[in-house]
């Protein structure tokens, strides 16, 4: 059974960082594009980062620059290394399949930058 499980967030003053990581269980870590997306309060589920199984990245044009997303294949781990954190980053934070699969969504990890 996949499952994806998210972890890292927290709150943060604006400027500081972050790391979220995302363990993937079963088979999609070396089969899909991976991403990280965010939702906040009365909006969609963005993508914000995504990296596919040959490591290639892309990164929405909010996020770029200050985010990075890499893998970790030993361990089936996803990170996303969010910098120069701001207000407007204030989400939860999932990863997912890119395009996203409904069953593979877990809990998310909640970021709020404030200061």
């Known amino acids: 059974q996949v499952q994806f499980v998210e972890s890292g967030g927290g709150l943060v003053q604006p400027g500081g960082s972050l790391r979220l990581s995302c363990v993937i269980s079963g088979s999609a870590f070396t089969v899909y594009h991976i991403g990280w997306y965010r939702q906040a309060p009365g909006t969609q589920r963005d993508l914000v980062a995504r990296i596919t199984y040959s490591g290639d990245t892309y990164y929405a044009d909010s996020v770029k620059g200050r985010f990075t997303i890499s893998k970790r294949n030993a361990e089936n781990t996803v990170y996303l290394q969010m910098n120069s954190l701001k207000p407007e980053d204030t989400a939860v934070y999932y990863c997912?399949?890119?395009?996203?699969?409904?069953?593979?969504w877990g809990q998310g990890t909640q970021v709020t930058v404030s200061s």
């Open positions: 997912n399949t890119v395009p996203p699969r409904v069953n593979y």
